[in-house]
């Protein structure tokens, strides 16, 4: 029974209303993409929790290095001239 | 040494309620700890439809039908999210069922209890999905990311079971006098069962600390079990029904209830796999994987057909 045949794994993910992004969920197995998504119909939208569903093979999801995460985002903490927080707006002007 | 300063940063990101994620560094007792702890919780999911598949047929109406349906269909989803969580530490999904197969991996030992009537549905229901509720509710805030994920999304399916077994309980209280005498054995049953489904007094369990030190379990079994009673007492008293425990009153001095010692030694007959069900539960579960296999072989000759056909066209 070791062999393997309980299918291969896919990533779930919803969208909850249109316009909305669609949100990782969960996760699943099944042998092909109809049957991976009737799977995921019925495991993760039983109660109305989706307006859309995408399913994507758990292999060809690409995902940054945990590893060297720190000098990854790297050249981002030094540009804080990104945020609004950085400029300096005089006393009383309003919705800027 | 490499290990020991990753341990010490391991336990300052617990401290600081940082979640672990499957890709992170992690001691290899704790992914131990937890391959065992969620497989047993994936196959308690699965192995628990039994006993209610056992009422589908005979449910009293349309209406009681459709939701066992409902509940047994939820447990299915619950086990399959459990067994998503699992996997993420590096073991197959076929592993996890050989493992239950060989006994070799245990399950909840309350489903290995028959359920004689159809007051035994609300009980578990009440009494069993109500326990299991408590200590997933606890769970959600693991410290293993994929576990606390799954815990979450279980818990806010959970919470109509207990309110449907409340309901039977309900109706037949207020029933008949047979009615009645069917609930009150039902409770008498259920009552010790799913209090022991909490597991050994933390004085006897020896993972307890080192999981609570790493946030595997955020309460001890002794917690879990007191809120469980306390709660579920107050409950009882609406439906006019006796649990079978002489001992069980308020303390005005902790405001918890008292109960009478644990008979541990059913417990671990059960757990060791003497209960009347625990044969009969896994050759059920062993029979229908071993009736699936040729849908599972046709599946996956299916994709492969249909993989060829999409590259050549
Ligand atoms: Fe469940
Ligand atoms: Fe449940």
Redesign the interface.
């Known amino acids: 029974m070791s062999d393997e045949d309980q299918g291969i794994l896919w990533e779930v993910f919803i969208q909850v209303k249109a316009g909305r992004p669609f949100k990782h969920v969960g996760s699943l197995h099944a042998y092909d993409k109809e049957m991976a998504m009737k799977a995921a119909r019925d495991l993760y939208t039983r109660r109305n929790e989706g307006n859309g569903i995408w399913i994507v093979k758990a292999e060809n999801i690409i995902s940054s290095d945990i590893n060297d995460g720190e000098s990854f985002f790297d050249p981002s903490n030094d540009k804080i001239y990104r945020h609004p927080t950085f400029y300096k707006i005089p006393d009383g002007v309003k919705h800027i | 040494m490499e290990d020991e300063k990753k341990l010490i940063q391991f336990q300052q990101k617990i401290d600081q309620d940082i979640k672990i ?1 499957p ?2 560094w992690m001691p290899e007792k704790y992914r131990q700890t937890l391959i065992r702890q969620i497989s047993q919780h994936a196959h308690s999911e699965i192995i628990g439809m039994q006993p209610e598949g056992n009422w589908l047929t005979r449910a009293p109406s349309l209406r009681s039908k459709k939701i066992l349906m ?1 509940k047994i ?2 447990e299915a ?1 619950h086990g ?2 459990l067994y ?1 969580a699992a ?1 993420t530490l590096g073991i ?4 996890f ?2 493992w239950l ?1 060989e006994g070799k991996a245990k399950y909840s030992s309350v489903f290995n209890y028959p359920t004689l009537t159809w007051a035994d549905m609300g009980a578990v229901g009440w009494l069993v999905d109500g326990a299991a509720i408590v200590n997933q509710v606890s769970l959600q805030g693991t410290s293993y990311g994929p576990y606390a ?2 815990m979450v ?1 279980i818990c806010m ?1 959970e919470s109509f079971h207990q309110r449907q077994g409340f309901e039977i309980m309900v109706q037949l209280a207020n029933g008949t006098k047979e009615q009645k005498e069917m609930a009150q054995d039902a409770v008498n049953r259920w009552w010790w069962p799913s209090i022991m489904m909490f597991g050994p007094h933390d004085s006897e369990s020896a993972h307890s600390n080192q999981s609570l030190k790493w946030k595997i379990k955020r309460e001890s079994n002794d917690e879990l079990r007191q809120r469980f009673i306390d709660k579920t007492i107050e409950q009882g008293h609406h439906l006019g029904l006796i649990f079978p425990d002489p001992n069980l009153k308020l303390n005005p001095e902790t405001n918890h209830y008292d109960y009478s010692p644990i008979d541990w030694d059913e417990f671990w007959n059960v757990v060791k796999g003497n209960g009347a069900g625990n044969r009969q539960r896994l050759n059920h579960h062993i029979k229908a ?1 071993e009736d699936g ?1 040729w849908v ?2 046709a ?2 000759a ?2 492969k057909k ?2 060829l056909k999409q590259k050549s066209a």
């Open positions: 994620e890709r992170d409902a269909q939820d989803g399959l999210y998503c996997e197959k999904r076929e592993q069922l050989q197969h994920r799954a999304k399916e994987h296999k599972r072989e599946a996956i299916y994709a249909s993989n």
